[in-house]
């Protein structure tokens, strides 16, 4: 496969500090450390520019909208994706994190423990609960129709409305302590939990109780693609796991320093290391692709629901493609 870069565009900052989320037709990035930045995902040509605060700790599009949580100041904001308006702003207690939208609902709280959880009104930003004490979740995710958290052995599926308890599990163990992934949903009927130990239990709405599905090396990233759970375990390289009974279905390695998000790509991964290398892995036991964004010294990689590709530098983003060497789209 050959890869091609399309546009890219100077961030002037870190590539690892910057948060960026990929809409249908437009890319919201932060960069120069304190600007919010849409971009047409066709050419990256600037849609808007607007001031946004330090380091986001969370950013959501959800249909015109995109919801941003800065590290400073503590405000909640609310922007017109079509035109980076400000629709509304709310106060935040200092170390907000967790940031999902479920339907009509923004749920913010809970990281690490340091503040409420709450549920907020997407139309004006208006509280529609809260809790009245600190709450301690791991991160956040929306499924089922409602908004999954969970600490300790305890998962709960609450509704956004009014965070009444739509369902509850508890884990046989721990939920591992971790920023990451806390939850890889397997569709609308089951979900994994990362607990502690690198045990992996699946849990669902309307099923039996959680079931272990397995305990495995220690591992930094895991997703859910072409069937089977994913897991990125340094330099043991990747494992993917048969979903039902924690059996292992394919395994690839890695010879070089890989990027910190692997994306789904034609039926398993694509990969990217340090140095630009591209690389396809999964169930497929054949020679992997291989291709290269030379100059690039890759931070992150991110993929559209479409097929669209994005990567991240240190300073830069971009979006690039990739052909067979026929020409044609793998």
């Given at each position: ?42 050419d ?20 015109d ?15 017109d ?10 106060p ?20 690490r ?53 739509l ?59 072409a ?19 924690g ?9 070089r ?74």
């Amino acid at each position: 496969m050959i890869a091609t870069v399309l546009w890219r565009r100077d961030l002037y900052q870190r590539g690892r500090g910057s948060a960026f989320a990929v809409g249908p037709d437009c890319v919201v990035l932060h960069e120069r450390r304190t600007r919010l930045v849409c971009l047409e995902r066709a050419d990256g040509a600037v849609r808007w520019d607007v001031p946004m605060g330090t380091w986001l700790r969370g950013m959501v599009l959800t249909g015109d909208r995109v919801l941003v949580l800065p590290q400073t100041p503590d405000l909640l904001s609310c922007l017109d994706l079509r035109t980076g308006a400000l629709l509304w702003s709310v106060p935040t207690p200092r170390w907000t994190g967790n940031l999902v939208v479920c339907a009509d609902t923004v749920v913010i709280g809970g990281w690490r423990g340091y503040t409420p959880m709450a549920g907020l009104d997407l139309a004006d930003g208006r509280v529609r609960w809260a809790t009245p004490s600190r709450v301690e979740s791991v991160t956040t995710l929306v499924w089922a129709g409602g908004v999954l958290t969970g600490s300790g052995r305890e998962v709960s599926l609450l509704d956004p409305t009014d965070r009444s308890v739509l369902a509850r599990w508890q884990l046989p163990e721990p939920l591992a302590e971790s920023d990451g992934t806390a939850f890889v949903p397997l569709g609308e009927e089951r979900v994994v939990a990362v607990c502690e130990g690198g045990s992996l239990v699946t849990f669902g709405v309307g099923s039996e109780g959680p079931a272990r599905l397995g305990s495995y090396d220690s591992f930094g990233r895991i997703g859910y693609a072409a069937g089977a759970v994913w897991m990125f375990r340094g330099g043991k390289g990747f494992l993917g796991v048969d979903p039902a009974d924690g059996t292992p279905v394919w395994s690839a390695g890695t010879g070089r320093h890989v990027v910190a998000d692997p994306v789904p790509y034609s039926g398993g991964l694509l990969v990217g290391d340090a140095n630009g290398g591209l690389r396809s892995v999964g169930p497929d036991s054949g020679p992997a692709e291989r291709c290269s964004l030379r100059g690039q010294r890759l931070d992150a990689l991110a993929a559209a629901g479409d097929g669209g590709l994005f990567f991240v530098t240190r300073g830069t983003f971009g979006s690039f493609s990739l052909t067979s060497e026929a020409g044609s789209r793998p």
